[in-house]
C-alpha cells in the first residue's frame, strides 16, 4: 500500500510514542520515531520526514530548541511541526508557535483530533509545494515569453532599420571610393601644375606661392585624403552593423538539410582560424555516436562562430577552448568552453540582448550572442551558460535531433 506521508514522532514517553505511531500506521503512514531532540535532528539528516509531532519535555534537547533548530536549518524549515505536550499554559503554546511551529495539541490528546490535525497539515504542505512549484513554473515560461517578445519585435524593428540604413551607407561607401579616386587624380593634376610653374621666374612664382598660401593648398592636400579615410572606416563599421541586424532579423531561407554537427563547427573554426591560430589550443570532444540533424548548417556556423569569437576576445594571452558534442537523450549537446576572463554575475542576464556589449567603441555591436540565441531558437534549442570571473565560460547548445 502507498505511504499516505512519512512522520516522525519524538517522545521520552514509550507509550505514547507506541499510541501515536500505531493510529498513525493504521491510518496509511509512514512512522519513524525518536525519544529525544538530538535523536530528531539525526533522523532529519538521514532522511527528512513530511511532518514532525514533537513533544515539549524531552531529556538532552527539549522540543523548543529541537525545534528551533529544524527551523534554522534551510534543508528542514519547511517541515511543519506540530507540538503534542502536557503543559497547557497560553505562555507555553505562544512559545512553542514563536519556535516555529504550526500547531499545538494537548496531552491527554485525543487520537482522532491528532489523526485529523496530521491530514490537514500534511494537505497543506503539500498544496504550498505546489503552489510554489507553479509559481516557479509560471516566472519561468514568463521570462521565456518576455524574452521571445522583446526578441520578435526587436527582429522586426532591426529588419526595418538595416533595410532604411542599407541603400544611404550604399551611396556613401560607393561615393566615397570614387570620391577618392577623383582627388587622387585631382592632386596629380595640381602637382603637374605646380610643378610647370616651378621653373617661372619673378612675379609668376610669387604669384603662385600667393595662390597656395590663400587656399592652404599644402594643408588641404594633406587633410582631405585623411577625412576622407575616416568616413570610409564610419561606411565599413555601418556596414558591418547593418550584416549584423540582417542576421539578426534573418528572414532569407536557407533550406533545412540533414547534417552532422561538427560541419558547422568546423566550418566556424575554419573561419575564425587567423584570429585564434598561435594563441589559443582548440580541444575537440566529438561524440561519433551523436546522429546528423535537420537543420540549418549555414545558420549553425554563424551561430558558433558568435560564441567563438568572444571566446577567443575573452582569453588575454595564451588559452584553450574546448568544443564537445553528445547526446542527451533526444537531444544533441553542444559545448563550448573557454578558459578565459568569464562572465560577471550581474551582466549574465542581458549578454544574448541586443547592443549589449562590454567591448570598447567600435571593437563589439553587441549583437553577437542576440544572433547565436535567435538561430538556436530557430532550431527549437536551448542556450545556457555556466561563467565564473577569472575561471571561464561554458556555453551549453541542445537542439532536438528531430524537428
Ligand atoms: N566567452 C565569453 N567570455 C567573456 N565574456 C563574454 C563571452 N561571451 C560573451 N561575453 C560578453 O558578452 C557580451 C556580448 O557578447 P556579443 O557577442 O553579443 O557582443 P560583442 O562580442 O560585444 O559584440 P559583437 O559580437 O557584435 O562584435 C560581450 O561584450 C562580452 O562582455
Ligand atoms: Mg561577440
Do not use: W
Amino acid at each position: 500500500m502507498e505511504s499516505n506521508g512519512i512522520v516522525l514522532i519524538a517522545d521520552d514517553n514509550e507509550n505514547n510514542l507506541h499510541v501515536l505511531s500505531t493510529m498513525l500506521r493504521n491510518s496509511g503512514y509512514t512512522v519513524r520515531v525518536a525519544k529525544n531532540g538530538l535523536q530528531v535532528l539525526k533522523s532529519v539528516g538521514i532522511s527528512l520526514p513530511e511532518l514532525i509531532l514533537l513533544d515539549i519535555h524531552m531529556p538532552e534537547m527539549d522540543g523548543y530548541e529541537t525545534c528551533k533548530r529544524l527551523k534554522s536549518n534551510p534543508d528542514t524549515k519547511e517541515i511543519p511541526v506540530i507540538f503534542i505536550s502536557a503543559l497547557t499554559e497560553t505562555f507555553n503554546k505562544i512559545h512553542a508557535f514563536e519556535s516555529g511551529a504550526v500547531d499545538y495539541i494537548t496531552k491527554p490528546f485525543q487520537v482522532e483530533e491528532v489523526r485529523v490535525r496530521v491530514k490537514t497539515h500534511l494537505l497543506l504542505r503539500r498544496r504550498t509545494l505546489e503552489l510554489e512549484n507553479a509559481l516557479s513554473e509560471i516566472k519561468r515560461v514568463q521570462s521565456k515569453l518576455i524574452q521571445a517578445e522583446k526578441m520578435a519585435s526587436l527582429g522586426v524593428l532591426s529588419a526595418g532599420i538595416a533595410h532604411e540604413i542599407n541603400n544611404p551607407i550604399n551611396f556613401v561607401y560607393a561615393g566615397i571610393n570614387s570620391l577618392i579616386k577623383n582627388f587622387n587624380e585631382l592632386k596629380a593634376a595640381i602637382d603637374e601644375l605646380v610643378a610647370g610653374f616651378a621653373g617661372c621666374s619673378g612675379e609668376c612664382e610669387k604669384d603662385l606661392e600667393k595662390i597656395k598660401q590663400r587656399y592652404h593648398l599644402d594643408k588641404k592636400l594633406k587633410v582631405i585624403p585623411e577625412l576622407a579615410d575616416d568616413i570610409k572606416t564610419g561606411a565599413v563599421r555601418t556596414t558591418e552593423i547593418v550584416k549584423g541586424l540582417r542576421l539578426f532579423a534573418r528572414s532569407d531561407q536557407e533550406p533545412l538539410v540533414m547534417s552532422r554537427i561538427e560541419e558547422p563547427l568546423e566550418t566556424a573554426l575554419l573561419l575564425l582560424k587567423n584570429k585564434y591560430k598561435n594563441k589559443i589550443q582548440i580541444i575537440r570532444q566529438f561524440n561519433p555516436d551523436v546522429p546528423p540533424i535537420r537543420c540549418f548548417p549555414g545558420q549553425l556556423s554563424q551561430a558558433f562562430i558568435n560564441i567563438l569569437d568572444n571566446a577567443i576576445d575573452a582569453i588575454e594571452n595564451n588559452g584553450k577552448i574546448t568544443i564537445s558534442t553528445d547526446i542527451d537523450e533526444n537531444l544533441v549537446k553542444i559545448e563550448i568552453c573557454d578558459d578565459g576572463r568569464g562572465i560577471a554575475k550581474d551582466i549574465q542576464n542581458k549578454i544574448f540582448d541586443p547592443f549589449f556589449t562590454t567591448k570598447a567603441v567600435g571593437e563589439g555591436t553587441g549583437l553577437g550572442l542576440a544572433i547565436t540565441h535567435g538561430i538556436v531558437e530557430k532550431h527549437k534549442g536551448t542556450i545556457a551558460l555556466k561563467s565564473s570571473p577569472g575561471t571561464g565560460t561554458c556555453f551549453t547548445i541542445l537542439l532536438p535531433i528531430n524537428q
